[in-house]
């Protein structure tokens, strides 16, 4: 994180805190436009007054810091005065207050507050020349040399190492997500880079950091294999076990630990593999990337200039929503017709009992009526059910006969006498209207009778 | 055994096209799910090898992501999508009479009328969600920002008819598509979409998030990514109109 991020991250919430809005009034827009200055000059001079705060702290021991000779600098380079860099100083030495709310242990909300908010201190004396950071300001400067960079997420691995040592288990969760985050949150801009959104910082990154990307994985592996292994120690699990019996709601186990090492493992590996996976691909192929494509422009265009039937359910079998449809006929695709046929003559419901495979009186007269007739054709040639409909075997007497000659295509054992064998196809052309007779319709895959001889 | 599992994967997808081995805040498990996501997790390579044979043989081809991946899938969490291979003939046992069906308003209507209607309400479906957002259709992994309501689709197509009715085109085929997208009264438009809508839930092409608001999901971005390129274009999509847009990606 820099100075500019960190600013930005947190510029709503003061704003929120500074907003003087009436419980209860109506909702309304908050401004997009920030009071101050476009150049930003009292930020700019401040940062810089921080970072110089910063470098002189770490490089001497100085219990007071000298910004004498910075305040003549910053003057001269800002083109002010160097009462305008003590404005600044003196604003960032100047504490105000802010108003919070907290819960309290037993879940009520009480309001706190704190001062501590300058960033920089001066001396008792005034002098002008002379400052350190506060508490507040450090914490500030740390938190801007925060990197999410998953070239660090090698010491946020050990990290957990340590937690596991000093028994702050509840830490381990945090920190261990933290580091699957920044993981997941690497492959998904991996990902985004494959669909051609361009991303100039990850595609210098992956090109020119590769190796410390490589190191950076190993390390995170290595760390984890570390805590896994200190994790899994007699002493160390009995710690854990004795604080876990301390803890009313424990926040995590040494399941969940153990879930979480292995997932960050199992994520580390995916994350190197999907990384030399692209770099190949970004090496190896010449790859196109369409733009933005104006769909609406196109349903226009598709009507002046008209595509091919065929074109358009190309298009729609591929990318519209399809279904699986597939035809299996059976008995229970006649049923419907057999039904109605009962409630008329009920003497006629042999198709109904053709489980017992014993033709009842209506089935033995249309068998008989047309057996010779069948048995020759079948010397010569198959019977398909289509044929006999032609051949007006729905009526047997003007009566109607479809039940009994559906019974005979499903049943054709009944026509098995005088050595005659039977046996049933089912054609393989999906299913067609076979007959359409007094209102009703047939509809199925074409059944055929044909002659066999001997076992079958 | 696997030949067994392989079955009761493939009727799964069949049906509902997704196994997610983990529910997600926006969505509970399917009967069966779980399952079936146990039985593919437990593959090694050889058997997710003789599956993808399997159906590679039929026009399609099994698309694992897992949450590093995308957004949208459970953490630590995988998700296997059945997607058609635009390469690919179509299987014969796939339809889509079902979806032409879904926009029918009249019995009298023929599959003509229901194919144009149905191409440009679809049309105007991938106007939301990827030209007005100035999304290209290869960018799959902003399916998560394609939120739109049903009117504002009705609206997008009354738009369209505004402007095919203010544009003069010449006689002939074109006269017939005009014909029937001209043809339209009241809210006929309203229950064509309400229809298009409807099959495109079921097919879990998009997504309900709330009452009348939708989302693409993303077997449906990974289907329009994988069919634009090999099918869109060229047939229904001029490539001369998007080849300004066009970019290198590959660094020399």
Known sequence: ?456 | MFHSEMGTVFQFLLKNRIVESKATMKRRSRPGETEVAHILSSWGTDEMDGFQEFLNSQGFYLHEATDQDYKGIALGGKMWMLIRRPQDEVSSFLSIEPTMESIRIKDTESKEVLGVWFLHIWLMYLYLTYTKIGRSPEQVSRYEDTFFLAEDLIEAVREHLERVRATQFEEGSQKRLIEILDSEKGTDVNRRVKGFIDVMTKSNLIQKVSENEYQQTLIGAIEIAEAFRRVMLGTLVNEDSVIQNLHQLAVE
């Not at chain 1, 979480?260 to 030399?276: D, P």
């Not at chain 1, 790859?287 to 104006?294: F, I, L």
């Open chain 1, 1 to 456: 994180m820099k100075w500019n991020e960190l600013i930005a991250a947190t510029v709503k919430l003061i704003d929120l805190h500074d907003s003087n809005r009436d419980v209860g009034s109506a909702v309304v827009s908050p401004p997009e436009t920030r009071p101050g200055r476009d150049d930003a000059i009292w930020l700019t001079i401040a940062i810089e007054l921080l970072e110089f705060l910063h470098v002189e702290t770490q490089e001497t021991n100085e219990s007071w810091i000298f910004i004498g000779s910075l305040i003549k600098e910053l003057a001269l380079k800002y083109s002010v005065s160097e009462n305008d860099i003590l404005y600044v100083v003196n604003y960032l030495s100047t504490p105000s207050k802010i108003n919070f709310s907290d819960i309290s242990a037993d879940g009520q909300l009480t309001k706190a507050s704190t001062k501590k908010t300058a960033l920089i201190d001066r001396p008792r004396n005034k002098s002008i020349d002379r400052c350190r950071f506060t508490e507040i300001g450090l914490n500030a400067v740390k938190i801007s040399k925060i990197t999410q960079s998953f070239l660090y997420a090698k010491h946020d691995a050990e990290k957990l190492h340590t937690a596991i040592m000093t028994g702050d288990y509840p830490t381990i969760e945090i920190q261990g997500r933290l580091i699957l985050q920044i993981i997941r949150g690497l492959s998904q801009q991996i990902t985004k880079l494959y669909e051609g959104s361009p991303d100039d910082a990850l595609e210098g990154f992956l090109n020119e950091k590769i190796s410390e990307f490589d190191d950076a994985i190993i390390g995170v592996s290595n760390a984890i294999d570390a805590a896994l292994e200190l994790f899994s120690n007699q002493s160390e699990r009995e710690k854990f076990e004795a604080w876990y019996e301390l803890q009313e709601t424990p926040t995590v186990n040494a399941s969940s630990i153990n879930a979480l090492f292995k997932n960050i493992l199992t994520s580390s590996y995916k994350l190197r593999e999907k990384v030399s996976q692209f770099l190949e691909f970004f090496i190896n192929e010449n790859r196109e990337a369409y733009g933005v494509v104006r769909f609406d422009q196109v349903a226009l265009d598709i009507i002046k200039n008209p595509v091919r039937d065929s074109d358009v359910n190309w298009n729609l079998l591929k990318m519209a929503p399809w279904s699986a449809q597939a035809y299996f006929s059976s008995i229970y695709d006649f049923q419907g017709v057999v039904e109605r046929k009962t409630q008329v003559k009920v003497e006629s419901v042999s198709f109904e009992h053709s489980s017992q495979h014993t033709p009842g009186a209506s089935i033995n007269r249309f068998i008989d009526t047309h057996f010779e007739e069948i048995k020759t054709i079948l010397e010569t040639e198959d019977l398909s059910l289509s044929k006999a409909i032609e051949m007006g075997w729905l009526e047997l007497d003007s009566e109607e006969s479809i039940p009994d000659l559906l019974g005979l295509y499903t049943t054709p054992a009944w026509l098995e006498k005088e050595g005659l064998k039977v046996g049933i196809m089912l054609s393989i052309k999906p299913s067609t209207l076979l007959a359409n007779t007094n209102g009703k319709q047939l509809y199925g895959r074409e059944l055929i009778l044909t002659k066999y001889d001997g076992e079958q």
